[in-house]
């Protein structure tokens, strides 16, 4: 009997797409520069998939079944920043657990709003 896997996932951005956000990620004091910024605007130029697995990174099944599903964990998007030719493509890894912080956005009106609700 043959056993189907599936993945029914879709993710937000796509490669290509324009996205927003916080840069560099993590709370650092910085003065000018990039990091100054309230926003890095970039392109999408890959999206990698971590599947939640088991700690050998391997699916196992250990009991007769026709179907298997796969989970994602983490979606990680190398994002190439936009009009700057000193900052090299970096990774923003997302969590897709809802309630998680957002890493990316769509446009700078929805980084804005998310980080500065008083100010929308």
């Known amino acids: 009997m043959p056993l189907h896997v599936k993945l029914d996932f879709t993710a937000p951005f796509a490669v290509g797409d324009t996205v927003y956000t916080s840069y ?5 004091a910085y003065n000018g520069g ?19 697995l088991n ?7 250990k009991e007769p079944l026709t179907e298997q599903e796969l989970t994602v964990k983490n979606v990680v ?5 936009a009009r700057s030719t000193h900052l090299s493509p970096f990774t923003v890894e997302c969590n897709t ?3 998680s912080h957002p890493m ?17």
């Open 24 to 28: 560099p990620p993590g709370d650092h």
């Open 77 to 81: 998007y190398t994002v190439v920043p």
């Open 104 to 120: 990316l956005f769509a446009s700078e009106e929805e980084h804005r709003a998310y980080y500065h609700p008083a100010e929308s």
């Open 34 to 52: 990039p990091a100054s910024y309230d926003f890095l605007e970039g392109k999408v130029s890959s999206v990698k998939f971590v599947l939640e």
């Open 55 to 61: 700690h050998e990174n391997s699916c196992l099944v």
């Open 97 to 99: 657990q809802s309630g």
